[in-house]
């Protein structure tokens, strides 16, 4: 018995990287997947992956920021297995650039395929479950980058923030439909970030591959079933062996003047004692500092 038995789940972006590892979760939890990805070519030898595996699946090529594509993934999921269960929001792309060096294009095509493409799915998705009647579960795709900033990643971290700020209100709108919706923050090795998280481990070797994209997938699957319908509205980091969940933006210290409007001269040197009240420093510093399961050999 797979915990996903029965089910079938849309997974975008997932011809290769963390896509297709949790797409291939799924089908080793008994799901079926409407697998969507840009590349045809790519997309074609995942499916036959997944089938390799004993796996049913349906390919569906397209942008997902494009409406017709993200209905199309629903229909699709209809008309080949009858129904659907879940949706993994996880197609993207990069454009790393710092701000004074970033082009409109570089912000609009990272903003477009992340945060529109979400949307678009997420929307598609919802209809379906109100108008079927039927629960459902969407899992979105964030990043630290987003969460906690990096450098020379704005128009991702900014695409990334919202979409766990998505993630929240979605949950909120739509647990009346018995619609769950949560956010992943994974950190893996993929074609986008091999550069940072270093070589995989040679083929055949008994430690654990830490930073493997495989990873991140038993979450996402868990995240797709019905064992997982009493969360909503959380965002989870996944990385290894780890799982962490994070704490949406929360007020930590406060000052007040009395009841009477402040001077902003007067504010000058209150918001440092504001600052300090929180153990938070003035300056800027490196977001990426926080990080719990850091990028280093592990």
Same mark, same amino acid.
Not at 84 to 89: F, G, R, S
Not at 111 to 124: D, E, N, Y
Not at 172 to 185: C, K, Q
Not at 270 to 298: C, H, M, N, W
């Given at each position: ?42 997309? #074609? @030898? +995942? ?5 390799? =595996?004993? /796996? *049913?699946?349906?390919?569906? &090529?397209?942008?997902? !920021? ?55 799915? #997420? @929307? +598609? ?5 109100? =108008?079927? /009647? *039927?629960?459902?579960?969407? &899992?979105?795709?964030? !990043? ?57 481990? +040679? ?96």
């Amino acid at each position: 018995m797979g915990l996903l038995d029965g089910k079938v789940v849309i997974v975008t972006g997932a011809a290769r990287g963390l896509g297709f590892g949790e797409a291939l979760e799924i089908v080793h939890e008994g799901g079926s997947v409407v697998l969507n990805d840009f590349d045809e070519e790519a997309g #074609t @030898r +995942a499916i036959s992956d997944l089938e390799a =595996e004993g /796996g *049913r699946a349906v390919l569906c &090529v397209g942008d997902i !920021s494009d409406p017709d594509v993200a209905a199309g993934l629903v229909n699709a999921a209809v008309k080949t297995f009858g129904q659907l269960d879940a949706l993994v929001n996880n197609a993207g792309m990069l454009r790393d650039r710092t701000l004074l060096k970033m082009s409109d294009e570089d912000w609009d095509a990272v903003i477009r395929v992340h945060l529109r493409g979400h949307f678009l799915a #997420t @929307r +598609a998705a919802a209809n379906h479950w109100k =108008e079927a /009647g *039927r629960p459902g579960h969407l &899992v979105h795709t964030s !990043s630290t980058a987003g969460l906690l900033g990096n450098f020379g990643q704005a128009n991702y971290g900014a695409a990334k923030a919202a979409i766990a700020a998505l993630s929240t209100i979605a949950a909120f709108e739509l647990a009346r439909y018995s619609i769950t919706s949560n956010a992943i923050s994974p950190a893996a090795r993929t074609r986008m970030t091999a550069n940072a998280f270093g070589p995989a481990l +040679a083929a055949g070797t008994s430690d654990f591959d830490f930073w493997h994209p495989h990873n991140v997938a038993p979450l996402v699957a868990f995240l797709c079933s019905d064992a997982s319908s009493h969360i909503s509205g959380k965002v989870f980091g996944v990385q290894g062996d780890a799982v962490e969940v994070y704490r949406p933006w929360t007020s930590v210290a406060a000052i007040e003047n009395d009841g009477r409007k402040w001077r902003a001269a007067d504010l000058a040197g209150s918001i440092d004692g504001l600052l300090a009240s929180a153990g938070i420093i003035a300056g800027s510093e490196d977001p990426q500092k926080q990080l719990r399961y850091s990028i280093t050999p592990r």
